[in-house]
């Protein structure tokens, strides 16, 4: 399957309202059929027999056990006798009188079509997919002499199955992927297993069982756990290497949504996540996160290309979309109407992403509180030109004032009644970046990139990787933890740090410690973190969800300001990560180097990432992949003193100079298309605000008067 998918298709397959029915393993659960189904020759009635015997369930066979008995004919002959579309329909209502409890059914190939018998077998069950390659579909109706398929007469048997694929995957509750040589008894296991990764319940890095009824839309919700730990799942399908091959050449989207659906999503139907995932990277360029070579064997993951320009965009476009689900999920069970609203300081990438991401979505209102004099010159720029229903504020103070009183504005009953008042039903959101659902978007990141590498025949299938990622939160590293675990064969995975390297010292002594460091403000600023998020839930999935331990170690952290970890797990930690860092010169002086070799251009985060795999191996023909966080233009003045001369006159803040001055430099890394546009969009947002929460609120109430009266009328 190759071809794109356009959006527009895909928008219109979606189930709308339509809920995956829950798995746990209740007895509701357990009272349900599981329907088999899959195009013609994918194995469904042995399959069904096999899963039958394993779950210890009775086993129905629509063509053999149902229609034939009933018809008192076979299949084929029905279908010669009534033309395609007579039999479609008669099948369809054979179907309608199926009332069934607890079954296993395996159903025809053409039961999909019939989507008033479907929408009847829904009610009673969930639809089990088997994806099989369509080469092996070709092959096999051609070795069986398949000739009873429905359309058969008039088209080609591609055309059928590109067509009925449309329809398959729009109606599976869960997807098995089929590598190949699998036996009927592996599938059936892993129809088994895959079923329990999608019955399981989040957890918190920090307490037991108790959270456990939390499933993917309530986690997306609620952000934070109550009890202040870090949502996870230690539950994830994994994936063969059969499998993994089997997602080559599909688009990024499409990848996207066979990686997560690897983890337990609760009641969001599959379908929807994919309309999610198209709409959220419609955003993007063509090529969504491209590799490309560097030098020596030394590969860039461009993970860039979103519409500010950083990283955060591959997950930032998808997270208010999911919110958006969960919130209206909300609204229908507690029968009000909310809407999803945004309220962020920011000091930089994670602000412009999140803004840039919510105002895309229609009738959310975002509202940003930045330092006036605290962003760059970029940064500053797109969010002044931000359009849509947002109300952007520069304000007289640092970082932390701005920070501070959105916190404070969470937490005050005075104003969130006003708020309430001028927009019932108005759920304000920080668009928290240790919610699972922004981690989630990251393990694609490497295994889109390794698909990449094997398409470009620079490695081939199931050759072993390095991967290097300049790390702040952790976000990205775990991302690459989790995708090795889900079966990538990865050999080191390195993190690389700038000179706030608590992880680098935290990965090689076992003592994260904070005591002795004061943070370092640096050109590679998205990585300036000391606290390092999620490192929490790395722990927690290492020590197989220890949350005793982890709750000991964060609340000294945070009432202590230091950690350590003992010889075992700290062993486990140097198994399965590698760390190391850059200063502020080796940044600079790479970022020239790699100009100088290769007329590339590389951000300053790029460049920390690409010394520390210079680094730690100097001649290796493992190919290393290494993750480009941000584009170069976001960063002008530090790219430009690092490739000038030493008689630079000094840099100008103009941001249209900076960017001609940029582009002056004959490198052959195109410019970011967003970013060219920069100096001509009209800056809309210039209202600077006094360091007051009264000015402040006062602002947002006006923000939020006008929006109410654009979206009543
Ligand atoms: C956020 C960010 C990082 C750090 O990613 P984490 O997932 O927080 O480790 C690195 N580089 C850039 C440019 C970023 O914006």
């Not at 059929?33 to 210890?56: C, D, F, Q, V, W």
């Not at 985060?605 to 795999?613: K, Y």
């Amino acid at each position: 399957m190759k071809e794109k998918i356009s959006f527009d298709q895909q928008a219109e397959w979606y189930r709308n309202g339509l809920q995956r029915p829950l798995l746990p393993h209740t007895d509701a659960f357990k009272q349900r059929n599981i329907y088999i189904m899959g195009p013609p020759g994918s194995g469904k009635t042995s399959i069904g027999r096999e899963l039958a015997r394993l779950m210890k369930k009775p086993l129905l066979d629509i063509d053999d056990d149902w229609l034939e008995p009933r018809w008192n004919t076979s299949v084929a002959s029905k279908l010669s006798e009534l033309g395609d579309e007579q039999f479609l329909e008669a099948e369809g209502q054979e179907l309608l009188a199926l009332d069934l409890q607890n079954h296993i059914i395996s159903l025809t190939g053409s039961n999909p079509l019939h989507s008033q018998c479907m929408k009847h077998l829904s009610q009673s069950g969930i639809f089990v997919y088997l994806d099989v390659s369509r080469e092996t579909i070709l092959n096999r109706c051609e070795i069986m002499r398949i000739d009873r398929i429905v359309g058969q007469r008039t088209k080609t048997l591609n055309d059928i199955l590109t067509w009925r694929e449309h329809i398959y995957e729009r109606s599976y509750d869960i997807r098995i992927l089929i590598g190949l040589n699998e036996t009927s008894k592996d599938i059936a296991e892993k129809i088994v297993k895959q079923l329990d990764t999608q019955s399981q319940m989040y957890e918190s890095t920090r307490s037991a069982s108790q959270m456990k009824y939390q499933q993917f839309l309530d986690v997306v919700q609620q952000g934070l756990a109550p009890d202040g730990g870090l949502f996870i799942s230690r539950s994830f399908n994994s994936m063969s290497l059969g499998e993994l091959q089997r997602l080559v050449g599909l688009p990024y989207p499409e990848v996207a949504l066979r990686v997560i659906e690897r983890f337990p999503l609760g009641t969001l139907h599959p379908s929807h996540l994919r309309t999610l995932l198209w709409q959220a990277y419609s955003s993007f360029p063509e090529e969504i996160l491209p590799v490309h070579h560097l030098r020596k064997n030394q590969y860039l993951m461009e993970t860039f290309h979103g519409p500010t320009a950083s990283f955060k965009d591959l997950s930032l476009q998808l997270l208010p979309r999911l919110m958006q689900v969960a919130t209206e999920l909300t609204s229908k069970n507690e029968q009000k109407r909310t809407r999803l609203s945004l309220l962020v300081a920011t000091s930089g990438d994670t602000g412009c992403a999140a803004l840039d991401a919510f105002a895309r979505l229609p009738g959310t209102p975002v509202i940003v509180l930045y330092p006036n004099t605290g962003v760059s010159t970029v940064q500053k720029a797109q969010m002044q030109t931000a359009t849509g229903d947002v109300c952007v504020l520069g304000v007289d103070a640092d970082f932390d004032y701005c920070q501070t009183t959105v916190k404070e504005l969470f937490s005050d009953g005075n104003f969130l009644s006003d708020v309430h008042r001028l927009i019932p039903g108005l759920h304000l959101s920080s668009a928290n970046s240790i919610n699972w659902a922004r981690f989630l978007p990251q393990v694609v990141f490497t295994i889109n990139s390794y698909l990449q590498l094997v398409g470009q025949n620079r490695i081939n299938f199931g050759d072993s990787i390095d991967i290097c990622i300049p790390t702040g939160n952790f976000g990205n590293m775990l991302g690459a933890v989790y995708a090795r675990r889900l079966g990538l064969p990865i050999r080191h995975l390195i993190t690389a740090s700038n000179e706030n390297n608590v992880i680098a010292d935290f990965i090689r002594t076992g003592s994260y410690d904070l005591r002795h460091r004061s943070f370092q403000k640096t050109i590679s600023p998205s990585i300036d973190i000391l606290i390092s998020s999620n490192l929490e839930r790395f722990l927690y999935l290492l020590t197989d969800g220890n949350y005793e331990l982890i709750q000991q170690l964060f609340n000294k952290l945070a009432h202590e300001r230091n950690f350590q970890v003992d010889g075992s797990l700290l062993q486990q930690i140097q198994s399965e990560i590698r760390g190391d860092w850059t200063t502020e010169k080796e940044c600079r002086d790479m970022i020239r180097k790699v100009y100088l070799e290769t007329q590339q251009l590389i951000d300053p985060h790029t460049a920390v990432g690409v010394h520390v795999a210079d680094k730690l191996f100097k001649s290796d023909d493992v190919p290393i992949l290494i993750s480009a966080t941000a584009h170069y233009g976001k960063f002008p003045q530090t790219i430009l003193q690092a490739v000038g001369n030493d008689d630079q006159p000094l840099l100008s803040n103009d941001i249209s100079v900076l960017l001609a001055d940029l582009q002056s430099l004959k490198s052959t890394t195109p410019m970011h298309q967003e970013l060219m546009k920069l100096p001509n969009k009209p800056v809309l947002h210039t209202t600077a605000v006094e360091a007051t929460k009264s000015a402040i609120i006062k602002e947002i109430k006006t923000f939020l008067t006008n929006f109410s009266q654009q979206h009543s009328s």
